[in-house]
Nanobody, 122 residues
Framework: QLQFVESGGGLVQPGGSLRLSCVAS????????IGWFRQAPGKEREGVSC???????YYIDSVKGRFTISRDNAKNTVYLQMDSLKPEDTAIYYC????????????????WGQGTQVTVSS
């Protein structure tokens, strides 16, 4: 089965940090753009960050300067370093891939994982 396996979530206090990992299972990252997404309770899933095959990265405004996306193709893994976390970052975080360029359209992404829960609370 072609999918990602996310890990690294947990409970953290506001201002804290987490590093999420996303490991590809059944395929390689080569040639793909990889996106991180999140879905909070009662809200639609939204794109958070994306990294292209050449390493270019993109972020939504609310996480710019706080989150950093990176990839290690040799390890078939994409990371999301999350610093200065806020309660509004609480959500299930997912990763997925596209053979197109990074896009805000969720429909072009596939190989979704089961997600990892991030809870920011004091």
């Amino acid at each position: 089965q072609l999918q990602f396996v996310e890990s690294g979530g947990g409970l953290v206090q506001p201002g804290g940090s987490l590093r999420l990992s996303c490991v590809a299972s059944g395929f390689t990252l080569d040639g793909s753009a990889i996106g991180w997404f999140r879905q909070a309770p009662g809200k639609e899933r939204e794109g958070v960050s994306c990294i292209s095959d050449n390493g270019s990265s993109y972020y939504i405004d609310s996480v710019k300067g706080r989150f950093t996306i990176s990839r290690d193709n040799a390890k078939n893994t994409v990371y999301l370093q999350m610093d200065s976390l806020k309660p509004e970052d609480t959500a299930i975080y997912y990763c997925a891939r596209t053979n197109l360029h990074c896009s805000g359209s969720l429909g072009v992404f596939d190989s979704w994982g089961q997600g990892t829960q991030v809870t920011v609370s004091s």
